[in-house]
T-cell receptor
């Protein structure tokens, strides 16, 4: 059974700092997704990573995928308050399996 | 506008009273899925459908039913709701299962069963 683990589950950081969210998964897959969810809102697709070594960047967020290590990272550079949200990774096996989410709070 | 539409957004009901949450997509997607979101558990799949008249159980199907009589609609039915089904529900769709664009999610339905 595919398991997806994210850490940390909660992250409080100051504006301007860098941090990384980790997503580990248990079985072979070469399709990994990152989503963002704002409080009370739906999930919005951020990145789709489709192969080993894939790297995608959008603004202050950069996602990467290492299929051999079964690990994806979401790196935040120089955080700003607008990035406060919950971030989910999801791995495509027989179905889409989600991590528990990382609630990010960026403080001034 | 391409979207997944769920209704209602909020619903409070009593134990045992049958309810249906509707989900409709206008993108001609073949794959549709229902998830529930609970704090600390992420999203867990309830049921999914690969195409019309093809449905299958996800991780947490107990207490739920679905149907897929036409491509655009995928309603979630709770025949006899119980308080442990209080949750935030999302419908999602994609062109095909496992296709490389991820899912499009509906706005969510917050269900409270008292």
């Amino acid at each position: 059974e595919l398991k997806v683990e994210q850490n940390p589950l909660f992250l409080s950081m100051q504006e301007g700092k860098n941090y990384t969210i980790y997503c580990n998964y248990s079985t072979t897959s070469d399709r990994l997704y990152w989503y963002r969810q704002d409080p009370g809102k739906s999930l919005e697709s951020l990145f789709v990573l489709l192969s080993n070594g894939a790297v995608k960047q959008e603004g202050r967020l950069m996602a990467s995928l290492d299929t051999k290590a079964r690990l994806s990272t979401l790196h935040i550079t120089a955080a700003v308050h607008d990035l406060s949200a919950t971030y989910f990774c999801a791995v495509d096996g027989d179905d889409m399996r989600f991590g528990a989410g990382t609630r990010l709070t960026v403080k001034p | 506008e391409a979207q997944v539409t769920q209704n209602p957004r909020y619903l409070i009901t009593v134990t045992g009273k049958k309810l249906t949450v509707t989900c409709s997509q206008n993108m001609n997607h073949e794959y549709m899925s229902w998830y529930r979101q609970d704090p600390g558990l992420g999203l867990r799949q309830i049921y999914y459908s690969m195409n019309v008249e093809v449905t299958d159980k996800g991780d947490v199907p107990e207490g739920y039913k679905v149907s897929r009589k036409e491509k655009r609609n995928f309603p979630l039915i709770l025949e006899s709701p119980s308080p442990n089904q209080t949750s935030l529900y999302f419908c999602a769709s994609s062109l095909y299962a496992g296709q490389s664009y991820g899912y499009t999610f509906g706005s969510g339905t917050r269900l409270t069963v008292v």
